[in-house]
């Protein structure tokens, strides 16, 4: 069995959303949690050869022995991410969208989000024309990453130091979905709604294989 644990915090002003709105004012303005911050992070594994027909003889030692099981998974925190005016309001960077932030007047983080309301869109408003405003970059933490896969193993000797591999694969067991970050652009139809999974999920995945070593 092997477990691990990852803490750590990324910190830039570059990468906080905002794009940079006041250069000489960037290391106050959008020094922030970085976009590739993952606080969180567990990874664990468990190989185990089950202790089945030892002691067994002919064909039930066949049946029952050389079993091995395998469990894989992984659980971090999401990446952080910025609420962005849809169109430029600060006039930074006249006529481009997404391009800076708007004012934030309430608490962001819901205790129950959900798929529909990630965080609370009423948290956030549109500054007055010409400001800056008050939002922080990268404050947001999208959802969670997790999968869990899992293997089961039968081996069979055979002769002149040959064997035999069958395998049983099962790649994310409990086919959890793996959302990236919400819309985030301020005024959108589905803003802070979850529209998207992250780039390398996949669903429930069987796979069946066999292997000879020799």
């Given at each position: 069995?092997n477990?691990?644990?990852?803490w750590?915090?990324?910190?830039?002003?570059?990468?906080?959303?905002?794009?940079?709105?006041?250069?000489?004012?960037?290391?106050?303005?959008?020094?922030?949690?970085?976009?590739i911050?993952?606080?969180?992070?567990?990874?664990?594994?468990?190989?185990?050869?089950?202790?089945f027909?030892?002691?067994?003889?002919?064909?039930?030692?066949?049946?029952?022995?050389?079993?091995?099981?395998?469990?894989?998974?992984?659980?971090?925190?999401?990446?952080?991410?910025?609420?962005?005016?849809?169109?430029?309001?600060?006039?930074?960077?006249?006529?481009?969208?997404?391009?800076?932030?708007?004012?934030?007047?309430?608490?962001?983080?819901?205790?129950?989000?959900?798929?529909?309301?990630?965080?609370?869109?009423?948290?956030?408003?549109?500054?007055?024309?010409?400001?800056?405003?008050?939002?922080?970059?990268?404050?947001?933490?999208?959802?969670p990453v997790?999968?869990?896969?899992?293997?089961?193993?039968?081996?069979?000797?055979?002769?002149?130091?040959?064997?035999?591999?069958?395998?049983?694969?099962?790649?994310?067991?409990?086919?959890?979905?793996?959302?990236?970050?919400?819309?985030?652009?301020?005024?959108?139809?589905?803003?802070?709604?979850?529209?998207?999974?992250?780039?390398?999920?996949?669903?429930r995945?069987?796979?069946?294989?066999a292997?000879?070593?020799?």
């Amino acid at each position: 069995m092997n477990a691990n644990y990852t803490w750590a915090h990324a910190l830039d002003n570059v990468s906080t959303g905002g794009f940079g709105t006041v250069p000489s004012e960037s290391s106050t303005l959008d020094y922030g949690n970085s976009s590739i911050d993952v606080r969180h992070r567990i990874a664990a594994t468990v190989f185990y050869n089950l202790p089945f027909g030892q002691r067994s003889q002919g064909l039930k030692r066949i049946v029952t022995q050389g079993w091995q099981m395998n469990l894989a998974g992984a659980w971090s925190t999401g990446f952080p991410f910025t609420v962005l005016n849809a169109m430029d309001i600060s006039n930074t960077n006249p006529g481009a969208s997404g391009a800076d932030r708007p004012d934030q007047i309430g608490k962001a983080r819901l205790n129950h989000p959900s798929v529909y309301e990630f965080f609370n869109i009423g948290a956030f408003a549109a500054q007055a024309p010409g400001t800056l405003g008050s939002e922080r970059g990268n404050q947001i933490y999208g959802p969670p990453v997790r999968h869990l896969d899992s293997s089961l193993f039968k081996s069979f000797a055979l002769p002149r130091e040959t064997s035999l591999q069958i395998r049983a694969e099962v790649f994310n067991l409990t086919n959890t979905s793996s959302f990236a970050a919400p819309n985030a652009i301020l005024g959108c139809a589905n803003f802070g709604q979850l529209t998207q999974l992250t780039g390398g999920y996949s669903p429930r995945e069987i796979q069946f294989a066999a292997r000879i070593s020799f």
